[in-house]
């Protein structure tokens, strides 16, 4: 099985090219989605959260209120820092979990769509790692389409991020392999174009 990891920062349009990669055959298991799922009502990890932030963070049917929880996060750095230490290693296990139900199905190409992959893990424990990319100043004008939030969060959502440069430098792996890199600065007819270049060097 072909083990790819997709990540971009926000707003650049990874998801888009895992809707593709999926069209063309690839199983995705999308890291938001375990998040979602690890944070449900009632969910041991939930309760965690509300022990640590309060139980402000709470709808009044038990769920999750996302939006104060961001607001936490944003403004205190060892907040978030905290935050990750309770949540990623409970979505790590279940991503491993479907990764393992995967592979006893017989899945070929299998793409783990996660958008702190160089923030929270090691991109070298994937066969190749592709990075989705666009220019800050459109993925910021992306995010402000596309959510509902104060300008300041939206740059604060950027800032919480590694910088793409430096992702696009990295090299890693055993062996030592780069990042395939999409750029996707143009029309969504221009980025079909350049995720089929890269869906076809991956299914080399």
Known sequence: MLRIALTGNIGAGKSTVAALFHAWGATIIDADLLVREVQKAGSPTL???AARFGPDILKKNGSLNRGRLRDIVLADQRARKELEAMVHPVVNELRLAKEAAAGKRGVKTLVHEIPLLFEVMN??????????DAPESLRFSRVMLSRSLPEAQARALLAAQMP??????W???????????IDNDGTTVELE??????????SK
Not at 172 to 181: D, E, H, K, M, W
Request: net charge positive; proline share 8%.
């Open 171 to 181: 090299v890693g792996g055993n062996p030592p392999r780069g990042v395939l890199i």
């Open 193 to 202: 174009e350049k995720t089929r270049a890269v869906w076809q060097e991956l």
């Open 47 to 49: 309760a965690v959260m």
């Open 164 to 169: 793409s440069e430096e992702k696009r430098k």
């Open 123 to 132: 991109p070298g424990d994937f066969d190749r790692v592709v990075l989705v």
